[in-house]
């Protein structure tokens, strides 16, 4: 079984935000799935303050999706990658390689089911991610202490995509929800159109193992999430 110190990193840098609370609960009945709201309408004006723009594009996965993201973290001797599939509010399917293990999750609410390779499905304790607040509002409140040196470098041509890059460093030793001696330095993409993040960059050099992290968003409406059947 997979430290649950190392699923939570991952499923951390996977889910795509900045923030998440790490925690083991028992599991109660799944929430209802609700119908993903369109992700190609126009966003409101991004704020001209860089800072309050970042939050405003975090803000915003609170509605966003279903979407994908994909994930590759490097260090000096190691590469993991992995893809979650994400329905707001409380659905995330996570397909994870972690140095040639493989590790599926599905979470539903507060249930978690996992299996390793080919295995089967089982019941698991709830690793690596909040369940039923895969983000929330006191994640962001919580990320809003932790960032600082917030600045617009401006706009770029992303895959085709008009986007505004934004640069930002995160100082995880003022976070409330999950403090650990951890700087970040990020750089964080911005559809212009949509206000919706699709591509971030994360450099770590503070850490015990320095990583660098590199993950794609792809907004897909036909990703559906449900619980597994052996």
């Known amino acids: 079984m997979i ?3 190392h699923a939570c990193m991952i499923a951390l840098l996977l889910s795509l935000f900045l923030l998440a609370a790490c925690g083991s609960e028992s599991a109660t009945p799944a929430a ?6 369109p992700t190609t309408a126009p966003a409101a004006a991004l704020p001209d303050d860089p800072k309050a723009a970042i939050l405003q594009a975090l803000r915003s996965q609170l509605t966003a999706g279903p979407y994908r993201t994909t994930t590759v973290i490097t260090g000096e001797d190691f590469e993991q990658s992995g893809t979650a ?3 707001p509010p409380d659905r995330m399917r996570l397909t994870m390689d972690m140095g040639g293990m493989q590790m599926e999750m599905i979470y ?3 249930q978690v ?8 499905w089982e019941v698991a304790e709830r690793m690596g991610a909040p369940g039923a607040a895969l983000l929330d509002e006191a994640m962001i409140a919580d990320t809003e202490r932790t960032i600082t040196e917030a600045a617009l470098i401006g ?5 085709g995509v008009n986007t505004l890059l934004y640069t930002f460093t995160t100082d995880l030793t003022r976070s409330e929800i999950m403090p650990m001696p951890s700087v970040q330095q990020t750089r964080l993409w911005v559809d212009a159109a949509t206000g919706l993040i ?3 960059e994360m450099e770590d050099a503070t850490a ?3 990583t660098t992290t590199v993950q794609t968003v792809e907004y897909d409406p036909s990703i559906t999430i449900e619980a597994p059947v052996n």
Do not use: C, F, T, Y
Request: no cysteine; aromatic share 2%; glycine share 8%.
């Open 3 to 5: 430290a649950a110190k």
């Open 32 to 37: 209802a799935q609700v119908d993903a709201p």
């Open 85 to 87: 599939e994400i329905a």
């Open 108 to 110: 539903i609410g507060d």
């Open 113 to 120: 089911w996992s299996k390793q390779g080919d295995g089967a």
């Open 155 to 159: 706009p770029e041509v992303l895959n």
């Open 198 to 200: 699709v591509r971030q």
């Open 208 to 210: 015990d193992m320095p």
